[in-house]
């Protein structure tokens, strides 16, 4: 898979996010991506930009709000096939360490 993003869906809401945040994330499942959860949003990697642009609608259509508010970062490398783990492999090669604070 060479194509990675990031993916944000923020409903506007009074009350915790969670549920709705869970319901865009369990959309994808439809979609032949892999993906991972963080707290600020969801990383995806799929075969394409199109595969990843459907996943993303299909998250931001699942969130039941007034008002949603999705951001999606595409890195679309298109002369090289690194999964999003090697990148942070990389990263970490450099670093002599894991790419996470020491804080306990």
């Known amino acids: 898979m060479t194509t990675t ?16 945040v869970a319901k865009a994330v369990d959309a994808l ?22 595969v990843l642009f459907e996943a993303a609608a299909a998250a931001h259509e699942a969130v039941d709000a007034d008002r949603v508010s999705t951001f999606l970062k ?17 990263v970490e090669q450099h670093l002599g360490r894991e790419a996470t604070s020491r804080r306990e």
């Not at 892999?34 to 600020?40: C, D, G, I, V």
């Not at 595409?74 to 990389?90: L, P, Q, W």
């Open 29 to 50: 499942e439809e979609f032949d991506v892999e993906y991972e959860t963080t707290p600020m949003g969801t990383i995806i990697e799929a075969d394409s930009a199109a």
């Open 74 to 90: 595409i890195d679309d490398k298109r002369t090289a096939d690194h999964a999003a783990a090697a990148k942070v492999e990389s």
């Open 5 to 20: 993003a990031f993916l944000s869906v923020a409903p506007t809401i009074e009350d915790s996010i969670a549920p709705e």
